[in-house]
């Protein structure tokens, strides 16, 4: 009796363990990728093949390197979220391709024009919510419609500007273990993410602020400061996407970065971030694109349309807020 007991108390923590692990957003989101990759498999034999899986991790990438700037963001509460980053990476793509204009020698003044510009606008956002105090949703959003509106001027809705055949070569083309240039570029992003939001004392703030904006400031922390930085980190990552884009399709239009907006929301709750603030974490957030993107190509599979697609992601948004999306997710 007493060693059946025993044995029940001793199987109770492993049986915790493995509840706490399938309830982490992380582990989730990567359960929900080998999945789907089962799936898609199933439904479309190759969906699983090497080479399509690196095309799908390119998609994931450009995806991600917008998802970095909402993450930081969120992260530092406040019911922050920035509507703007999809018509920032349309504005970056517009101001690279122009740049460039196919030029080889023209890509780094392309990048760092696109990157200065959308961040420039990113601290107008933190201002605008840090010094005017309008609600972070309603000032993104005047901002979305700003630079929509500014592109259209622009442009005359005619595509300008096109990518150099270096930059596409980056994006698109195998470099170094099969593997394209833009997936190192992701790489490296990631790890220089984890270094700020665990090893700088910008990354302390961030997450100070977003757990208790109060208690921050009592204890000195730039509030003001941080949250504009923040948004000016969004507009400018959503700039460096907006380069990564037009290198990736050829030539850029007005509205290519629209498509991204909701994503890169979905994609940090998907990985564990609270929208509450203070809690989360960039290598989850990389899981959520690509378990995202990997989605998409699942609907696309299965031949839904484009409306269809997008009541999914809305849906998915929904459901994981409901799930965990103001949970108290472990840092990663």
Same mark, same amino acid.
């Given at each position: 009796?007493?060693?059946?007991?025993?044995?029940?108390?001793?199987?109770?923590?492993?049986?915790?363990?493995?509840?706490?692990?399938?309830?982490?957003?992380?582990?989730?989101?990567?359960?929900?990728?080998?999945?789907?990759?089962?799936?898609?498999?199933?439904?479309?034999?190759?969906?699983?093949?090497?080479?399509?899986?690196?095309?799908?991790?390119?998609?994931?990438?450009?995806?991600?390197?917008?998802?970095?700037?909402?993450?930081?963001?969120?992260?530092?509460?406040?019911?922050?979220?920035?509507?703007?980053?999809?018509?920032?990476?349309?504005?970056? @793509?517009?101001?690279?391709? !122009?740049?460039? $204009?196919?030029?080889?020698?023209?890509? &780094? +003044?392309? %990048? *760092?024009? =696109?990157?200065?510009?959308?961040?420039?606008?990113?601290?107008?956002?933190?201002?605008?919510?840090?010094?005017?105090?309008?609600?972070?949703?309603?000032?993104?959003?005047?901002?979305?419609?700003?630079?929509?509106?500014?592109?259209?001027?622009?442009?005359?809705?005619?595509?300008?500007?096109?990518? @150099?055949?270096?930059?596409? !070569?980056?994006? $698109?083309?195998?470099?170094?273990?099969? &593997? +394209?240039? %833009? *997936?190192? =570029?992701?790489?490296?992003?990631?790890?220089?993410?984890?270094?700020?939001?665990?090893?700088?004392?910008?990354?302390?703030?961030?997450?100070?602020?977003?757990?208790?904006?109060?208690?921050?400031?009592?204890?000195?922390?730039?509030?003001?400061?941080?949250?504009?930085?923040?948004?000016?980190?969004?507009?400018?990552?959503?700039?460096?996407?907006?380069?990564?884009?037009?290198?990736?399709?050829?030539?850029?239009?007005?509205?290519?970065?629209?498509?991204?907006?909701?994503?890169?929301?979905?994609?940090?709750?998907?990985?564990?971030?609270?929208?509450?603030?203070?809690?989360?974490?960039?290598?989850?957030?990389?899981?959520?694109?690509?378990?995202?993107?990997?989605?998409?190509?699942?609907?696309?599979?299965?031949?839904?349309?484009?409306?269809?697609?997008?009541?999914?992601?809305?849906?998915?948004?929904?459901?994981?807020?409901?799930?965990?999306?103001?949970?108290?997710?472990?840092?990663?």
């Amino acid at each position: 009796m007493s060693d059946g007991l025993t044995s029940d108390i001793n199987a109770r923590p492993w049986q915790t363990k493995a509840l706490t692990l399938l309830r982490d957003p992380l582990t989730l989101a990567l359960l929900a990728i080998v999945v789907m990759l089962g799936i898609g498999e199933a439904l479309s034999p190759g969906f699983a093949r090497g080479d399509q899986i690196v095309r799908l991790l390119t998609v994931a990438a450009l995806l991600g390197i917008a998802a970095a700037g909402q993450n930081l963001v969120i992260l530092s509460g406040g019911a922050g979220i920035d509507l703007s980053v999809g018509a920032l990476i349309s504005f970056g @793509a517009v101001v690279a391709g !122009n740049v460039m $204009n196919g030029a080889d020698a023209a890509i &780094l +003044p392309a %990048i *760092l024009a =696109a990157i200065a510009v959308t961040f420039l606008f990113g601290c107008v956002n933190g201002i605008g919510v840090t010094v005017i105090r309008i609600p972070p949703i309603v000032m993104t959003l005047g901002m979305m419609a700003v630079v929509q509106g500014g592109l259209v001027v622009f442009s005359q809705g005619i595509p300008s500007g096109n990518a @150099a055949p270096a930059l596409m !070569n980056f994006i $698109n083309k195998p470099m170094l273990f099969g &593997l +394209p240039g %833009i *997936l190192f =570029a992701w790489l490296a992003l990631s790890i220089a993410m984890v270094i700020l939001l665990r090893r700088t004392s910008l990354g302390f703030a961030i997450y100070a602020i977003g757990a208790n904006e109060q208690a921050a400031r009592l204890v000195g922390l730039p509030v003001k400061t941080v949250r504009v930085l923040v948004f000016g980190l969004s507009g400018a990552l959503a700039g460096l996407t907006g380069v990564m884009v037009i290198g990736y399709t050829g030539n850029s239009f007005i509205s290519v970065g629209d498509q991204y907006m909701l994503p890169t929301i979905i994609a940090v709750v998907i990985g564990g971030t609270s929208l509450a603030g203070g809690s989360g974490g960039y290598v989850g957030t990389v899981a959520g694109a690509i378990a995202l993107v990997l989605l998409q190509s699942l609907l696309t599979t299965l031949h839904l349309e484009v409306w269809g697609r997008q009541l999914i992601f809305g849906a998915t948004l929904l459901v994981l807020l409901g799930m965990y999306g103001r949970q108290q997710a472990p840092r990663v």
